[in-house]
Nanobody, 124 residues
């Protein structure tokens, strides 16, 4: 069992930055693909970014590409999503999710483990 905890959310002005962390306990995160999804009020989950095991492959949604960086530190059992130039439309609850396999990584339903989420609010 992998337990995921997201931290780093908060209220930020448009144009600002946030560093979201996803820390695992229970098992090493080294063996898992980790993704970030978000859910805005009244909307479905949206893929944000994913990082492969080892960190060699990363992918971003077009809405955050160029403004976000996903990275991992397996010694610290942590994956970080650094977001900058934030926009009001980035407002959402951000979740990290983990799964053993990269296949079908855009599909939220394939991820075995989820955190509870962290709220990001961007004011205009």
């Amino acid at each position: 069992q992998v337990h995921l905890l997201e931290t780093g959310g908060g209220l930020v002005q448009a144009g600002g930055s946030l560093r979201l962390s996803c820390t695992a306990s229970g098992r090493t995160l080294r063996n898992y693909v980790v993704a970030w999804f978000r859910q805005a009020p009244g909307k479905d989950y949206e893929f944000v970014a994913v990082i492969s095991r080892g960190g060699g492959v990363k992918e971003y949604d077009s809405s955050v590409k160029g403004r976000s960086t996903i990275s991992r530190d397996d010694d610290k059992n942590t994956v970080v999503l650094q977001m900058s130039s934030l926009k009001p439309e980035d407002t959402a609850i951000y979740y990290c999710a983990a799964d053993e396999y990269y296949l079908d990584h855009l599909n939220k339903d394939k991820y075995e483990y989820w955190g509870q989420g962290t709220q990001v609010t961007v004011s205009s």
